[in-house]
């Protein structure tokens, strides 16, 4: 006789069986997004008023351009997995969920590509 | 997935549908996140394009600081400066609960509440240090 219940089988694999990864990335990243947000912010604050060059060369200083190219990789993680969960739960139609996860892949890898290559690009005038 | 199974009969009851289920804090705030969510993702390209500003030097950074300390620029930048906020708390309280913690009805509803007005009293703060001195 087999003592294990149909409950122990899927405890834990959710409703398609997969998705732990996601799950977890999208949680870190959430954790890393939170002091680097805390951080950020404060340099708005403190660059509000400024300048051109100041601003130019306070995002180029790694104590900035570093978070900040941190927080772009992170954002656009999270909000790719975000954006996915999002189209999981609504969109069911095949082609259009194929459509929908793709051009929300290029969406936020593009963001992020455009971010971090202007982040490099003050960086080096800095 | 709705079409996991073609041969069910459409016609069974599904789960709830939106419009009955009785308001509660946990699920507005649940609402709210999504919401809050995906207007950040919305407005992510203008990181890029405030990065792009300051790559492009002082003229195109001008235009675009005097876009945004206009009223129509503030009032974004509020809102945004808001949905990051009770999105970044709304964070905050998933990652406690999925610890196990606070998920009694009396906490979920506290930390729901907490939320709102929370974020609401951060924004204020940010817009206090942003406003000070002048933009
Ligand atoms: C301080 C920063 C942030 C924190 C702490 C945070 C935290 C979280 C957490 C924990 C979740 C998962 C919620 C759940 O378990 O259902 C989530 C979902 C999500 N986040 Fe964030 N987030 C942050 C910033 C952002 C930003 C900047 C964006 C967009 C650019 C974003 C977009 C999303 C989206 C689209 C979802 C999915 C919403 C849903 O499934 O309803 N988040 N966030």
């Known amino acids: 006789m087999v003592a294990r219940t149909p409950f122990a089988r899927v405890r834990g694999l959710g409703a398609s069986g997969t998705g732990t990864r996601e799950y977890w990335l999208i949680k870190l990243t959430s954790v890393a997004l939170l002091p680097l947000t805390l951080y950020l ?53 095949k082609g259009t969920k194929k459509l929908a996860v793709g051009a929300n892949i290029f969406f936020t890898y593009g963001c992020a590509a455009a971010a971090l290559y202007f982040i490099v690009m003050i960086g080096l005038r800095a | 997935m709705a079409d996991a199974r073609p041969n069910r009969p459409t016609a069974r009851p599904l789960s709830p549908h939106l419009s009955i289920y009785r308001f509660t804090w946990t699920m507005a705030m649940s609402i709210v996140h999504r919401a809050t969510g995906m207007a950040l993702y919305a407005a992510t390209p203008l990181l890029a394009v405030w990065l792009w500003a300051v790559a492009a030097g002082a003229d195109t950074y001008d235009a675009f600081a005097g876009l945004a300390a206009s009223w129509f620029g503030i009032l974004v930048l509020i809102g945004l400066s808001w949905a990051l906020i009770h999105h970044a708390i709304g964070g905050v309280r998933h990652i406690v609960w999925d610890t196990g913690t606070g998920v009694d009805r009396a906490s979920r509803f506290l930390w729901a509440k907490a939320t709102l007005a929370g974020s609401v009293v951060l924004t204020a703060v940010f817009w206090l240090f942003i406003l000070a001195g002048g933009l």
Do not use: R
């Not at chain 1, 790694?62 to 900040?68: F, R, T, V």
């Open chain 1, 41 to 93: 912010a404060g340099a708005v604050i403190a660059l509000k008023n400024s300048a051109h060059a100041t601003v130019s060369a306070a995002l180029g200083a790694p104590y900035i351009a570093i978070p900040l190219f941190v927080f772009v990789m992170c954002n656009a993680v999270h909000m790719q997995l975000g954006m996915q969960n999002i189209i999981d739960d609504y969109v069911h139609t």
